[in-house]
């Protein structure tokens, strides 16, 4: 009797466990995904951050944290290392972290111009941008 009391409680131990990981955010993967994400993000950021897209551009020097989570769509979260460029720029090179974006599902995205205007920056007061020096 005893042991049927504690196989039913570790069952049960068990079953939250697995129901605690469910959802969480996981590294991605496929960083061919997480680069696809990232190059569509880049105009969200600079846009946050009031950059003029025309006389100035981002580039992704390196992808320095992916991660994923599997809601209704998905959620990324990235930690990058960002160049500015162009010739109204400096060429700052920084490390920002705390970018978190949302993917709807394809369905939700089908009258949208650009695969960007799918994606929707979120938790933007977590962005940090440093500059680095190499």
Do not use: W
């Not at 969200?44 to 009031?50: E, V």
């Amino acid at each position: 009797m005893k042991y049927l009391v504690l196989s039913i409680f570790f069952v049960i131990a068990l079953q939250q466990i697995d129901a605690a990981v469910v959802g969480a955010f996981e590294t991605v993967a496929d960083l061919n995904e997480a680069y696809e994400v990232v190059q569509e993000t880049v105009p969200l950021i600079m846009s946050h951050f009031g950059a003029d897209q025309s006389r100035c551009a981002l580039y992704i020097r390196q992808i320095i944290n992916a991660q994923q989570q599997i809601v209704s769509g998905a959620n990324f979260r990235f930690d990058l290392e960002l160049q500015s460029g162009g010739e109204e720029c400096r060429g700052e090179i920084k490390l920002c972290k705390g970018i978190q974006v949302f993917r709807p599902l394809p369905y939700q995205c089908q009258d949208r111009t650009e695969s960007y205007h799918c994606l929707e920056l979120s938790r933007n007061s977590n962005i940090e941008c440093v500059p680095l020096s190499y």
